[in-house]
C-alpha cells in the first residue's frame, strides 16, 4: 500500500486536476484498488468524477471517530477507484485535530484503509495546518504541481521547506510543471531550467474534464494530457518502488 498527497500551499495550482487524474490512473491503468481521498471543502475531487454529495454534511465525522470511512466513501463509475468525498464539515478540521491532540488520527485511518486500498491519493487543500502535517506524516510520497515561471525552483524550495517543517523525516517530494504552455517564452525558461522535472501541458482536454467530469483518460485517452498524466503516474509508481 502506498499514499501519495498532491500537495502545495498555492491555490489553483492544479492539485485536484491532479489527484483525479493520477488516481484514475492508478485504478484504471495500474489496476490497482484506489481511494482519492479528498481534504478540501470545495468537493471538488468529487465533481470531477462526476460522483454527486450526499445532502448530510459528513466528511468530518471520519476524523471524530464516530464512524468507520467505509461508511462514507462512495463508488466511482471506475470499478477499482473509490472516493473519500468532502464537504463544508471539512473546513475547520485543522483546528479540530488541534484542539484534541490527536497526531496520529490521519495515520491510523489510513492504516484501516490500508486492508482495503493499494493506493491512496489526497487531494490536499491549499493551507498549512494541522491536517496537512498529518497528511505530510502518512504521505509516502508528495507531488508538488508548479505553474512554470523564472521562480519555479524557488517555489519548489519553499514547498519542501513547509513540509520538511511538518516532521522530522519528510516523504520524498516530486515537483512537477503544471500547465505548461511552450508558446511562452517564460514556461520554455523554466522547463529548460528544471529539465528532469515531469510536465502536464497546458490543455483544453483538461479544462474540458470539468464539462465532462471525467478524468481525461476517460474521455480522451489519446490526448497528449492523458499521455501526460499517464507518464507521470509511471513515474511515481517507479518513485515508489524505490522505497
Ligand atoms: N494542465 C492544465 N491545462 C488547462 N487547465 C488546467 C490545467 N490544470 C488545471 N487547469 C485548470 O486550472 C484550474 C485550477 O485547477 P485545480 O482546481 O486543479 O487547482 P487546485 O490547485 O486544486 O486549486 P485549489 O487550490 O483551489 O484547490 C481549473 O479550472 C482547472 O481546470
Ligand atoms: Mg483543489
Same mark, same amino acid.
Given at each position: 500500500?502506498?499514499?501519495?498527497?498532491?500537495?502545495?500551499?498555492?491555490?489553483?495550482?492544479?492539485?485536484?486536476?491532479?489527484?483525479?487524474?493520477?488516481?484514475?490512473?492508478?485504478?484504471? +491503468?495500474? @489496476?490497482?484498488?484506489? $481511494?482519492?481521498?479528498?481534504?478540501?471543502?470545495?468537493?471538488?475531487?468529487?465533481?470531477?468524477?462526476?460522483?454527486?454529495?450526499?445532502?448530510?454534511?459528513?466528511?468530518?465525522?471520519?476524523?471524530? &471517530?464516530?464512524?468507520? #470511512?467505509?461508511?462514507?466513501?462512495?463508488?466511482?463509475?471506475?470499478?477499482?477507484?473509490?472516493?473519500?468525498?468532502?464537504?463544508?464539515? +471539512?473546513?475547520?478540521?485543522? @483546528?479540530? $485535530?488541534?484542539? +484534541?491532540?490527536? !497526531? !496520529?488520527?490521519?495515520? !491510523?485511518?489510513?492504516?484501516?484503509?490500508? @486492508?482495503?486500498?493499494?493506493? /491512496?491519493?489526497?487531494?490536499?487543500?491549499?493551507?498549512?495546518?494541522? $491536517?496537512?502535517?498529518?497528511?505530510?506524516? %502518512?504521505?509516502?510520497?508528495? /507531488?508538488?504541481?508548479?505553474?512554470?515561471? #523564472?521562480?519555479?525552483?524557488? &517555489?519548489?524550495?519553499?514547498?519542501?521547506?513547509?513540509? @520538511?517543517?511538518?516532521?522530522?523525516?519528510?516523504?520524498?517530494?516530486?515537483?512537477?510543471?503544471?500547465?505548461?504552455?511552450?508558446?511562452?517564452?517564460?514556461?520554455?525558461? %523554466?522547463?529548460?531550467?528544471?529539465?528532469?522535472?515531469?510536465?502536464?501541458?497546458?490543455?483544453?482536454?483538461?479544462?474540458?474534464?470539468?464539462?465532462?467530469?471525467?478524468?481525461?483518460?476517460?474521455?480522451?485517452?489519446?490526448? &497528449?494530457? %492523458?499521455?501526460?498524466? &499517464?507518464?507521470?503516474?509511471?513515474?511515481?509508481?517507479? !518513485?515508489?518502488?524505490?522505497?
Amino acid at each position: 500500500m502506498a499514499t501519495i498527497a498532491v500537495y502545495s500551499v498555492k491555490g489553483g495550482v492544479g492539485k485536484t486536476t491532479f489527484a483525479v487524474n493520477l488516481a484514475w490512473c492508478a485504478a484504471q +491503468i495500474s @489496476r490497482r484498488r484506489t $481511494l482519492l481521498w479528498d481534504l478540501d471543502a470545495s468537493n471538488g475531487s468529487g465533481f470531477l468524477l462526476g460522483v454527486d454529495p450526499r445532502k448530510k454534511r459528513t466528511a468530518d465525522t471520519v476524523f471524530a &471517530a464516530e464512524r468507520g #470511512p467505509d461508511k462514507l466513501i462512495q463508488r466511482t463509475a471506475y470499478p477499482t477507484l473509490d472516493l473519500l468525498p468532502a464537504d463544508e464539515s +471539512i473546513r475547520t478540521i485543522g @483546528r479540530q $485535530l488541534d484542539a +484534541i491532540g490527536k !497526531k !496520529k488520527r490521519l495515520a !491510523k485511518l489510513v492504516e484501516t484503509l490500508s @486492508r482495503d486500498y493499494e493506493r /491512496i491519493l489526497f487531494d490536499c487543500p491549499p493551507v498549512l495546518n494541522e $491536517l496537512s502535517t498529518q497528511v505530510m506524516r %502518512a504521505a509516502d510520497l508528495v /507531488i508538488v504541481p508548479l505553474p512554470p515561471s #523564472p521562480l519555479s525552483a524557488r &517555489a519548489f524550495d519553499l514547498v519542501v521547506d513547509e513540509v @520538511r517543517g511538518s516532521g522530522k523525516g519528510h516523504p520524498p517530494i516530486l515537483p512537477v510543471l503544471s500547465m505548461l504552455d511552450m508558446r511562452r517564452a517564460l514556461h520554455k525558461q %523554466a522547463r529548460e531550467a528544471n529539465g528532469n522535472w515531469p510536465v502536464v501541458p497546458l490543455a483544453s482536454a483538461i479544462e474540458q474534464c470539468a464539462v465532462e467530469r471525467k478524468p481525461v483518460g476517460a474521455f480522451a485517452p489519446r490526448s &497528449a494530457a %492523458a499521455r501526460a498524466f &499517464a507518464h507521470l503516474w509511471a513515474a511515481i509508481e517507479r !518513485k515508489l518502488a524505490e522505497k
